[in-house]
């Protein structure tokens, strides 16, 4: 990615159709481009850096775009979002709007319709996004600094990859992850890593967040299944 061009996410499991926007963005719009094929790879694209704007496809085999739109608004994300969708009916784009999407093209797109709306919402951003935080349990967590503060202020000293392991749980918070959705979401699922890799980081993630027994937090374990963050209400 070219780091002095405004950054870019694509979320769409077509390979095709990801692979010609991609091509299109960079070589015709000058963008970088980062791509996610899952609402949980998006997710944690979106938990590393900050993106100028993201080109969002409706259907997602672990979810809907519709739905992740509404999350990150709820989480407080200002990211411009784009609808990218074959479904194109009046109620369709409505729903869209209401989740928080700031605009919507059909499928086929014509090229230079999509580079110029996806033009006017970079520059009406200002070509930045505003800082993220996560808070949980009286921690904060910076996204864009990658900072991570006890309730007393401390800083937390972490790793990458556990800074992206701890951001994809408190994201997740109260819902039972998988191990193989944890890699697949925090490692990639191009990297081969060991499923009890992530019993390990959990390990190192409490030790290092001073968890005990009077915490506001647990990071339980699903017996079988993988894990939880589950928050004192």
């Known amino acids: 990615m070219n780091t002095h ?9 077509d390979l095709n159709l990801r692979l010609a926007l991609r091509d299109n963005l960079e070589n015709q ?12 790879e998006a997710r944690a694209h979106l938990a590393r850096r900050t993106f100028q704007l993201v080109l969002l496809d409706v259907m997602l085999p672990d979810g809907d775009g519709y739905t992740l739109c509404r999350t990150l608004r709820q989480e407080g994300v200002t990211t411009p979002v784009m609808m990218l969708t074959a479904r194109t009916l009046e109620d369709d784009v409505v729903r869209g709007f209401e989740a ?14 999509l580079l110029a709306r996806v033009g006017a919402l970079v520059r009406r951003g200002g070509g930045a996004a505003p800082a993220r935080v996560l808070r949980f349990a009286g921690y904060q967590m910076d996204l864009d600094r990658r900072k991570v503060e006890t309730p007393e202020g401390t800083q937390v000293e ?3 990859t556990e800074f992206d392991l701890l951001a994809f749980f408190v994201r997740e918070r109260e819902r039972v992850l998988r191990r193989d959705e944890i890699l697949d ?14 019993d390990n980081f959990v390990s190192s993630l409490k030790r290092k967040l001073g968890w005990n027994s009077r915490s506001r937090f647990f990071l ?3 017996r079988g299944v993988g894990y939880r963050l589950e928050l004192e209400p």
Not at 30 to 35: H, K, N, S
Request: hydrophobic share 40%; aromatic share 8%.
């Open 100 to 113: 928080g999407a700031q605009d919507y093209l059909g499928k086929p797109y014509r090229l230079r319709e």
């Open 220 to 222: 339980q374990t699903v």
């Open 29 to 40: 719009g000058g963008y970088g481009v980062e791509e996610a094929t899952t609402v949980a």
């Open 158 to 160: 972490l790793t990458r």
């Open 5 to 13: 061009s405004p950054a870019l996410l694509i979320v769409e499991d």
């Open 185 to 198: 979401a925090v490692w990639g699922r191009e990297v081969v890593v060991d499923p009890h890799t992530v």
